[in-house]
Structures are given as structure tokens and as C-alpha cells.
């Protein structure tokens, strides 16, 4: 299935909010199977509404999913613009308004609910209603001619609730294959000659794929395959991941990771030089420990030069824009990196 996401608010293109619901939206259709190419917000205009749901069934949107619009005041049209561009009337629904009643006196206290309120009790007929619990103004599915429109009330508390207990459960009937993947680092031997290792590998590929992508000082190798499940997608990627593991043994990180693999080997550090100590590394500062990493920064027109070495060994020196400190992430990761080969070869075979 291909789904489109339209956000829905002004208040959004003025950055006055952050669109929060949009990824959740990627994440579950990831999950499900289904394909995301475009995602578009817009304000709170009918035309210019009207004209995003066209142009995302023009393109191949087989379903749109719209979030917000959906409460009692004049400017939340949105299932009014989704029925009309559907052709599609709008009827009073009894059963919805009386849950609209029932929550309006409970929240508020009143016994008389203001009209507006029951706007929300309006339908196309045969629209699956999507249960609110925590508000008053429920999402519902509606679709013509192979066209399905789904909307999602705005409010965020609102809409994690309505996709996690109503949308997925509904959602479940069209769940397709999905793409898994598994990752192996590799330290200790270039990409060409990994590629030797596994031509024959890669000649076998079928139903899983595989793809290298070289870093710095590591080789991620990925596997891929489609599937329904994590549990069905981990059999199909079997013999592959059984391969790799045989021919690049001894070159691969436990975990597929350098910080979960540094972890394990991690020994007391002492820090001397010009750079702070990166937050990483702080749980295992010791001021008598053996281990010592020296650092230097030299400032130059561009940014800084930091040189890192540990105890006698050469090291690495890296050039980073601006201010060092700009860049922290990027340089604990070269120093995990970096620290993680020193401690593998220091230790005893």
C-alpha cells in the first residue's frame, strides 16, 4: 500500500509547534509494510487542503492519512474537505453523538453541551469510526473508488492514542512484507578484500540481499530481506548470517557495535591534555589508572586540530570546523573507535 501523509495546521508552517506526528506515522506504516514517498503539511485553508489530497492520489496514493481538523470549531474541516474531495455526504450519526454528549458533560461539568460540539457526530455513512477515549473527537476511515482517507484527530495526546489502540488494530487486515535488516561491523581488514571473501556469497543472493558500506577504520556489512514478520525475516537471513560469520571471523565487533563492544573491554582512563573529557568516557575517568589518553588542540583558521594518543601509541589527529567542542559526538566516536582497536590488540590472545 502507498500512503501519504497530509499534516494539517497553521500553526505548524509558522513553527509555533513541532510536527511530532508525522515519524510516528512513518514508523507504523514502516512497520506494516507499506511504502511513504510524500509527506505534506499545510495550513488551515480548504483550497489549498483540497488540492494536497489531489495531488497525493494523482501521484499513487492508494491512502491518505490526515492528522487534525477534526473538533467542534468552524476552521476544523478537515473530514468535511476528505468527504468532499470523495464524494461523499456527511451524515448525523446518533450513536456518535451521544458520545459526544456523554464526554462533553463529563469534562466540562455542564448539563447542557454546546451545538458546535455535535459537529463531530457527522459521518459518511459507512465510515469506520476510530475510537477516542481521551476526546471527543473520534478519527474514522473513509474511502471511494480504491481511495481511502483516514483522519486522525491533532492533539498529540489525542493522536498516539487513536493510531495505538484504533488505527493499528484496523490497519492490521492490509499489513504487507516488510524490509528487515541485520548489520555486521567489520574492524581489521579493508572493503576490497571483504568483498572477496564473500563474491560467492553475494552470487547466491535471492531472497536476501547484501550491501557494503565503508567508515572509518570499519566496513559495515548489511544484510536484507523481505518479510511479515522479524521472526520470519530472521529464517530467511539464516544462512547468509551463518556465512558471514564463518568467513569474517575474527574480523567482526560483538553486537555490531564499537560502543556496546568497547564496553565490555573498557579498563580505568586518565585523560591529560587540551580536550574535555567527552561525557562517554566520564564513567571510567580514574586519576591513577594506567591508561592514559593525551590530547592536543592547536588552533587553526578553520577550526581546531586535536591530536589523541594513548600511553606510547600513534594515534590520530583530526581537523574539526569552527571549535572542537561543535563536533563532540564525531570526535567520541573516533576515540571509541580508536581506544576499542588499542584495548583489542593490548589483550591477551
Not at 23 to 51: A, S, W
Not at 63 to 78: N, S
Not at 84 to 90: F, I, N, P, V
Request: hydrophobic share 35%; with cysteine; glycine share 6%.
Amino acid at each position: 500500500m502507498n500512503v501519504e501523509v497530509i499534516n494539517v495546521g497553521t500553526e505548524l508552517l509558522l513553527g509555533e509547534i513541532i510536527n511530532t506526528e508525522a515519524p510516528v506515522l512513518f514508523k507504523m506504516c514502516k512497520e506494516l509494510g507499506f511504502d511513504i514517498y510524500h509527506q505534506t503539511t499545510v495550513g488551515d485553508n480548504p483550497q489549498r487542503l483540497l488540492e494536497c489530497l489531489d495531488i497525493a492520489f494523482k501521484r499513487g496514493a492508494d491512502c491518505v492519512i490526515t492528522t487534525a481538523g477534526l473538533g467542534p470549531t468552524q476552521d476544523d474541516l478537515t473530514k468535511e474537505l476528505s468527504a468532499e474531495y470523495l464524494g461523499l455526504e456527511l451524515v448525523y450519526n446518533e450513536e456518535e453523538a451521544r458520545k459526544v454528549d456523554e464526554k462533553c458533560r463529563f469534562v466540562t461539568g455542564l448539563d447542557v453541551v454546546s451545538d458546535n460540539n455535535f459537529k463531530q457526530a457527522y459521518f459518511p455513512e459507512n465510515a469506520y469510526i476510530l475510537e477516542n477515549d481521551i476526546g471527543t473527537a473520534n478519527g474514522c476511515v473513509m474511502s471511494k473508488d480504491e481511495k481511502m482517507i483516514i483522519n486522525l484527530p491533532g492533539p498529540p495526546k489525542e493522536f498516539n492514542y487513536v493510531v495505538e489502540h484504533s488505527l493499528k488494530p484496523f490497519l492490521e487486515q492490509y499489513r504487507q512484507e516488510q524490509i528487515y535488516t541485520e548489520d555486521f561491523l567489520v574492524m581489521g581488514i579493508g572493503e576490497s578484500m571483504i568483498d572477496e571473501k564473500l563474491t560467492e556469497t553475494q552470487y547466491k543472493q535471492t531472497d536476501v540481499t547484501l550491501a557494503m558500506y565503508a567508515g572509518e577504520g570499519y566496513v559495515r556489512v548489511r544484510i536484507a530481506t523481505k518479510a511479515k514478520t522479524k521472526e520470519e525475516a530472521y529464517q530467511h537471513m539464516t544462512p547468509m548470517r551463518n556465512e558471514i560469520e564463518t568467513l569474517l571471523k575474527g574480523y567482526l565487533i560483538p553486537g555490531g557495535s564499537i560502543e556496546k563492544a568497547l564496553k565490555d573491554i573498557m579498563v580505568p582512563i586518565q585523560f591529560i591534555g587540551d580536550i574535555d573529557v567527552p561525557a562517554w568516557f566520564k564513567p571510567y575517568v580514574k586519576e591513577d589508572a594506567d591508561l592514559v589518553i593525551y590530547s592536543k588542540v592547536e588552533h587553526v583558521s578553520l577550526g581546531d586540530q586535536v591530536t589523541i594518543h594513548v600511553n606510547n601509541d600513534k594515534g590520530f589527529t583530526d581537523g574539526m570546523l569552527k571549535d572542537y567542542h561543535l563536533s563532540m559526538n564525531r570526535l567520541t566516536s573516533k576515540l571509541q573507535l580508536y581506544l576499542y582497536r588499542y584495548l583489542k590488540n593490548s589483550l591477551p590472545m
